[in-house]
């Protein structure tokens, strides 16, 4: 007998990023939680192929292709939610780009689109979904961090500096939208094998330091971030607000 407070029955989530990665992993387990899904990404063929995987599986999966740095296009498909009846219950910001450089070597371009894909994209779609569940007087929003919201990593500072302002936006968002009925927080995943992370995970040298600086001794699996997702998509964390949860084998509490 699972404990209901995990169950997301009846609840629609929206995840952005979620064709691949740590976003099809939070998708699949908040599938399996119980709730219907809505899966995001640029290319409408790799969100299709994602949702016939997920039904394949017996999930609910919608499809909603769409750049989630333009504002026209998260406009629009808010809208377009609401013309079909679909209520975005728990909205997981987990859209995320990462670009490896020094900063004197930067070019603005890479700067903003790391900026504007990582963080400013939460704001937008926040925006969006906090104006429809603020008068339903209850929603979800998971927002994807990182160990980079609290430490600095030499070559990827625009991620940093956006995954940074991920834990502060959290913390907005739960400053005016809590009393509202809303729940904001975030999970901070630590080094993760995903395919954003292949350079790195290929590399023997970054793959020792990994399994040195982490006490667990190995790097983190996409699917290990699922019950972090549940529990803060869910009615078990209904009193909890601007928080971060950091599932990274316990890197950032040791030196
Ligand atoms: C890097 C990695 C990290 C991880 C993750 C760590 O280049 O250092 O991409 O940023 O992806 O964010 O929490």
Redesign the pocket.
Known sequence: MTNRLFDLSGRTALITGSTRGLGNAIARGLGDAGARLILNGRSADAVATAAAALREDGHTAFEAAFDVTSEAEVVRTFERFDAEGLEIDILVNNAGI?H?QPMVDLALADWQRVIDTNLTSAFLLGREAARRMIPRGHGKIVNIG???SELA?AT?IP?TVA?GGVKMLTKGMAAEWAKSGIQANAI?????LTD??EA?INNPQFDAWVKGRTPAERWGRPEELVGAAVFLSSAASDYVNGQMIYV?GGMLSVL
């Open positions: 990462q490896r990182s160990l980079t990593r990827v991620y995954k901070g995943p630590g080094y993760m954003m992370n790195l990274d």
